[in-house]
Every structure is written in structure tokens, then in C-alpha cells.
């Protein structure tokens, strides 16, 4: 069983900045690339960003690009994400995410490309 725990939410006033960090335990994980997708209340989970290790490019989403910063460690399955100028629309569950395999252009944005996922971590930012 493969568990992968967030870490890093909390509260924050608009134009402040989270950490968020992702970690895979239990049963060895051979992903191709993780990363990270949220929810906000009434809206449907979206993509944020992510990394695929095998060509090392990293997506974002066109409404965090330029704010956001995801790196990460594959030997070690684990992810983060640098969240800066946080705009009260980042409000949501986010969730972090691992795939066994490979992430193309037109699949890494979508859920059903991972095949692992987090409880997710809340952010909340405050206008």
C-alpha cells in the first residue's frame, strides 16, 4: 500500500507565501511523476502543477504559473510546492499526486493520469 501524506497548509494573507510537501511511505513507489491538483468548495479538483522525472519538464497551470514552484526528489518520492503572491482564489484542498506512469502533454493534467493520491492539505488565503 502506498501512502502519500501532505504537509505545509495553513492560513495566509493574500500576496503571503506556503510551502507545501508531499512524501510517499509504505510499499516502494516507482513513479513516473507526482504532483499536485486542488478543490475549492463547489468546484471541481484541478490541476496545479506537476513533474515528470523521466524528462524532468515541470506544467503548471496557467493560473499559478509564474507564482508557483514545484521540485522535487524521485529517489525519494517527494514533492513540493513553492506557493508565492497567494491570491484568495488559491483557497482549496490540495491534493498531492503520484503516477506509474509515463505523464505526456495531454495527460498530466488530468486526475485519472495518477494513480496515487493524498488526503489533501488545506490553504486558506485570506483577502
Known amino acids: 500500500q502506498v501512502q502519500l501524506v501532505e504537509s505545509g497548509g495553513g492560513l495566509v494573507q493574500a500576496g503571503g507565501s506556503l510551502r507545501l510537501s508531499c512524501a510517499a511511505s509504505g510499499r516502494t513507489l516507482s513513479s513516473y511523476g507526482m504532483g499536485w491538483f486542488r478543490q475549492a468548495p463547489g468546484k471541481e479538483r484541478e490541476f496545479v502543477a506537476c513533474?515528470?522525472?523521466?524528462?524532468?519538464?515541470?506544467y503548471y497551470a496557467d493560473s499559478v504559473k509564474g507564482r508557483f514552484t514545484i521540485s522535487g526528489d524521485n529517489a525519494k518520492n517527494m514533492v513540493n510546492l513553492q506557493m508565492n503572491s497567494l491570491k484568495p482564489e488559491d483557497t482549496a484542498l490540495y491534493y498531492c499526486a503520484a503516477t506509474s506512469t509515463t505523464l505526456y502533454s495531454h495527460t498530466y493534467y488530468q486526475s485519472n493520469a495518477y494513480d496515487y493520491w493524498g488526503q489533501g492539505t488545506q490553504v486558506t488565503v485570506s483577502s
Open positions: 513533474v515528470s522525472w523521466r524528462s524532468g519538464n515541470t
